[in-house]
């Protein structure tokens, strides 16, 4: 008996079964399960994505299943924060470790009650990004590919067993880490305003290309630009009279090439706060002030 | 120099070009209200001068290979008049880009009236806009854009802001599965399989406001 390999095997069950207990599994009907994790007393946290559009899911821990109610959702960073008081451990509070290139990590969830785990490595680490819809996330996590649906929204945990990341599903089967960091800012803000705030100015656009000449006019490097092509009924854009074809070429200082730059710039300012946005009309430069508003969500 | 600091006694400042009298027909209806001259013209740079010191402040013009000629893209420069180009897919504007055109936009079954105003704003603004269409990448630019209904874009606007199937509905008084239906429409249209995805799309395509 190779008493080294029986250590490490033990130390690794004893992980995993630390880390099993801190997740769920979701069902959203019809065989659709997934998995969560338990976040504090009365916060579960999953994948946005999965969640499809439910507005109540079936929690499992391992000895009970309870309705959950989702509270709120965030696409563009893929985080769904669910109120349901599970009984079951929320994840530790101690920061992980710094994540490395290769690293082990153990990604638990379950399907409905049963434990799923997988060892599997940390691809890749990089500093903050910007996913594809807009979302800040505060580090690059990637995972080794081919994530089961099952562990969608499973939590991603160090060798200490420490929580570092959700793990969902990317496009081409790649799998990405969403950094607890970033989860935690997700549930502290659903908790403190019981929904994710979308910051809104109300404006359709439509990309253009600038020429050099208007380039250096500009003092812009880059060629890319957005024109605005709608502007919503009462809304901040309408308020601040922005007009059909300005373009836009900052928002609160921040450099505006594509409607995602827009998007994100606005997220930085705070609600109900005047940004100064500065646009292109007609061959003159203008800054207009625009008073931030919340995306109406009726 | 903008197109808007060009002289006011600059007769015509704006071309528009399409390839086919379909396509003209559908430019004379999008620019009806606007002051736009019409007219099919033929190969010779000749004609297009004689219709470049006429009134209106911008032509729609048609005809045979005039589209594809150099001639007439020196014609319109002399003018000082921009072109915009309408064109049915990506093959013809690769051309159009050498010859100088400073807007394009596809034309598609169902107009896309909003992009070619903005195109047209655009032009005289002394900017080049592109469609969408023609920078994304090739596979999702030879399909056929349609545009989303007004439910599509509402349901697609209420889902980005994170609100389930059911509230939607209610939002709206339809039944959950109208609303799945129309978001699987709205999939289908912008070609994508997430709602991250699909809101994005929708955004980069001016459908839907930021």
């Known amino acids: 008996m190779n008493s080294a390999l029986t250590e490490w095997g033990a130390a690794r069950r004893a992980l995993a079964e630390q880390a099993v207990a801190s997740v769920v599994g979701i069902d959203r009907g019809r065989g659709v399960r997934f998995s969560g994790i338990v976040w504090d007393s009365e916060t579960v946290v999953t994948a946005a994505e999965a969640l499809h559009g439910a507005d109540s899911v079936t929690v499992h821990t391992a000895h009970d299943a309870v309705s959950a109610e989702i509270l709120a959702c965030d696409l563009s960073v893929d985080v769904a924060v669910l109120k349901v008081e599970t009984g079951a451990p929320g994840v530790s509070a101690a920061t992980p470790t710094a994540l490395f290139s290769g690293d082990d990590v153990l990604i638990a969830g379950r399907s409905r009650a049963a434990c799923a785990v997988l060892w599997t490595e940390v691809e890749e680490v990089g500093p903050a990004w910007r996913s594809r819809s807009g979302g800040e996330l505060d580090r690059l996590i990637r995972l080794s590919p081919g994530l089961p649906r099952t562990l969608e929204g499973a939590g991603t945990f160090d060798l200490e067993g420490r929580l570092c990341a959700m793990a969902v599903r990317g496009p081409r089967h790649h799998t990405l880490g969403i950094p607890r960091e970033t989860v935690a800012r997700i549930v502290a803000a659903v908790q403190q305003h019981g929904r994710v705030p979308q910051p809104y100015l109300g404006v359709r656009l439509q990309p253009v290309r600038l020429d050099a000449a208007l380039r250096q006019q500009l003092s812009r490097p880059g060629a890319d630009g957005v024109i605005v092509v709608g502007i919503e009924p009462d809304s901040p854009a309408a308020a601040a009279a922005l007009l059909f074809g300005d373009l836009i070429l900052s928002v609160a200082g921040e450099t505006i090439e594509t409607a995602v730059d827009l998007k994100v710039a606005l997220t930085h300012a705070a609600l109900g706060a005047a940004v100064t946005v500065q646009i292109q009309r007609a061959g003159t430069r203008l800054d207009t002030t625009v008073i931030v508003r919340e995306r109406p969500r009726g | ?210």
């Open chain 2, 1 to 210: 120099m903008t197109g808007l600091d060009r002289p006011h006694d600059t007769p015509v400042d704006m071309i528009i070009a399409a390839a086919g009298a379909d396509e003209r027909r559908t430019l004379v209806e999008l620019t009806k209200d606007a002051r736009f001259g019409v007219g099919a013209v033929a190969d010779a740079p000749a004609a297009l001068a004689a219709l470049l010191r006429a009134d209106p402040a911008a032509w729609v013009v048609t005809g045979g290979t005039l589209t594809r000629a150099r001639p007439f893209m020196r014609a319109a420069r002399t003018a000082g008049a921009w072109v915009v180009a309408v064109l049915s897919g990506r093959a013809e504007a690769e051309d159009r880009l050498d010859l100088g055109y400073r807007g394009l936009a596809v034309l598609r079954a169902v107009p896309p009236t909003e992009r070619f105003q903005a195109a047209t704003v655009a032009v005289r603004a002394g900017l080049s806009a592109w469609d969408p269409d023609l920078q994304f990448p090739a596979d999702a630019v030879d399909a056929i854009e349609t545009p989303l209904s007004p439910r599509e874009r509402r349901v697609l606007e209420l889902t980005g802001a994170g609100l389930s199937t059911k509230s939607v509905a209610r939002q709206l008084g339809i039944s959950p599965n109208t609303v799945k239906f129309h978001l699987q429409a709205a999939f289908e249209k912008l070609d994508v399989t997430s709602r991250a995805e699909a809101v994005m799309v929708a955004i980069r395509r001016g459908e839907l406001a930021v």
